[in-house]
């Protein structure tokens, strides 16, 4: 059982963010916090100009309100969203706030994983703690 399991949560396609909840909360110890993670890539300086203003504060309240939704029947449990490069961010964040586990979902694995990497790999090679992946 863990103290402090985080939860990573993509809006891509085929991943599985209510399926990690479920299984962070099993795993959790009575008491044990959960936190769902959203971290918000930077927007390419070639499409700043097209982004109106206040754009990124907007998208940050309406991220947290949406995972707000997702945890609002689970104790002990808080939403975080932060700027940063996603897998880097991750490892960052679990190290910074004493995390020992990290519950991420992630696809099936293509070609361009097996060249490029994906975040649930960058997560699972360089997390100090245990990690645990949802296909």
Known sequence: MYKNILVPVSFEANRDAVGAIE???AIREEGGKLTLLHVMEAVPGYALTYVPAGFHE???KSVAEELGQMIETVDN???QVVDGHSGRTIVDYAA??????IVIASHRPGMQNLLLGSTA???VRH???AVH???
């Open 23 to 25: 299984i962070a909360q």
């Open 58 to 60: 907007d998208m940050q």
């Open 77 to 79: 449990a808080e939403v």
């Open 96 to 101: 910074e706030n004493d995390v020992d586990c």
């Open 121 to 123: 790999t960058q997560v």
């Open 127 to 129: 997390a100090k703690c």
């Open 133 to 135: 992946v949802l296909r």
